[in-house]
Every structure is written in C-alpha cells, then in structure tokens.
Nanobody, 127 residues
C-alpha cells in the first residue's frame, strides 16, 4: 500500500527553523519525485520544492529559495524539508506528494502531476 506520512510540524517563532519529514511506503524514492506543497486558507496549494532522488535534481519556488532545503535519505525512504529563517507567511498546512519519474521545474507545483499525497501537517510561525 502506498502511503506518505509527514512529521515534524509545529509552532515556531519567526526566524526559527523546522525540519519536516516525509516517510514513504509502498515504493522507493528512485522511482518517484517527492514534492512539498503548502496550503493556506483561501489560497491555492503552492508547490515549494521537489526532489528526484534517482538523479539528484531539486527545484525550489522563489518564495523559499535560499531558506528551505530539500533532501532525501534513500536508505530510510524519507524526504526532508529543512526550513530556516521562517516567516509568518510560511504558516500553513504542508503536504508531501509523489510523482512518478522525474519532474521539471515547471511541473513542480502542478498538483495533478502528483499521484499520491500525504495527510498534511500544520506549521505555525508566530511573530
């Protein structure tokens, strides 16, 4: 059974850091691109970053470039999103998702490119 499980969310002050984890089950990271999205009430789900572990390619949205870092541990079948210099506007529900194969920068934030989704995890950045 395919499953993606996010963890690591919570409350942090502005300027602080959090590391989100996305543990995947039922497939290997070599076969899928894993993306991170953020959902804010009243706004479309935004693609933040993705990683194609088989080729070591990563992409970032401009809103998080230089602050967030995506990485993967293929032995643990887990993808991480290290979030530094957090801002109040980073508050939202964070989802990881899996897309078969590799994903271009243009397709990173396209929701229908992704086949499987996690349940989401809350991140709150306070001022």
């Amino acid at each position: 059974e395919v499953q993606l499980v996010e963890s690591g969310g919570g409350l942090v002050q502005a300027g602080g850091s959090l590391r989100l984890s996305c543990a995947v089950f039922g497939f290997t990271l070599d076969d899928y691109t894993i993306g991170w999205f953020r959902q804010v009430p009243g706004k479309e789900r935004e693609g933040l970053s993705c990683i194609s572990s088989s080729v070591g390619v990563t992409h970032y949205a401009d809103s998080v470039k230089g602050r967030f870092t995506i990485s993967s541990d293929r032995a643990k079948n887990t993808v991480y999103l290290q979030m530094n210099s957090l801002r109040t506007e980073d508050t939202g529900v964070y989802y990881c998702a899996a897309a078969r194969g590799t994903t271009s920068a243009q397709a990173m934030g396209v929701m229908w490119e992704y086949d499987y989704w996690g349940q989401g995890i809350h991140v709150t950045v306070s001022s």
